[in-house]
């Protein structure tokens, strides 16, 4: 199993920014890393997502603002969010998947307790 424990999360004001870290244990590996997004009554919805190898994934409304980083020898994925709107705000998930990114929530099957980012 993988355990996945975020922090980071916070109030601040549009335009602002805030920098979400999730730590990953546990004596499975996985391939991809991503953050989601879910506000009450919706699906919760991907943001960001990270290959082993490096390679991003941002959706595109977060595109140009977000990045989204690994430290592999940390097993820590970081999710620098800069230029914070209203609509960025939510439970931020982190989560790990053990084959492939995906946008798809049940292609994934690690995931923490979330942390919430509020944008006003």
């Known amino acids: 199993d993988v355990q996945l424990v975020e922090s980071g999360g916070g109030s601040v004001q549009a335009g602002g920014a805030l920098r979400l870290s999730c730590v990953a244990s546990?004596?499975?590996?996985?391939?991809?890393m991503g953050w989601f997004r879910q506000v009450p009554g919706k699906e919760r919805e991907g943001v960001a997502l990270?290959?082993?190898?490096?390679?991003?994934w941002y959706t595109d409304s977060v595109k140009d603002r977000f990045t989204i980083s690994q430290d592999n020898g940390k097993n820590t994925v970081t999710l620098q969010m800069n230029g914070l709107r209203p609509e960025d705000s939510g439970m931020h998930f982190c989560?790990?998947?053990?084959?492939?990114?995906?946008?798809?929530?049940?292609?994934?099957?690690?995931w923490g307790q979330g942390t919430q980012v509020t944008v006003s």
């Open positions: 989560a790990a998947a053990e084959l492939v990114c995906s946008w798809t929530t049940k292609n994934w099957r690690y």
């Open positions: 546990g004596s499975s590996s996985h391939k991809c």
């Open positions: 990270i290959h082993v190898t490096g390679r991003p």
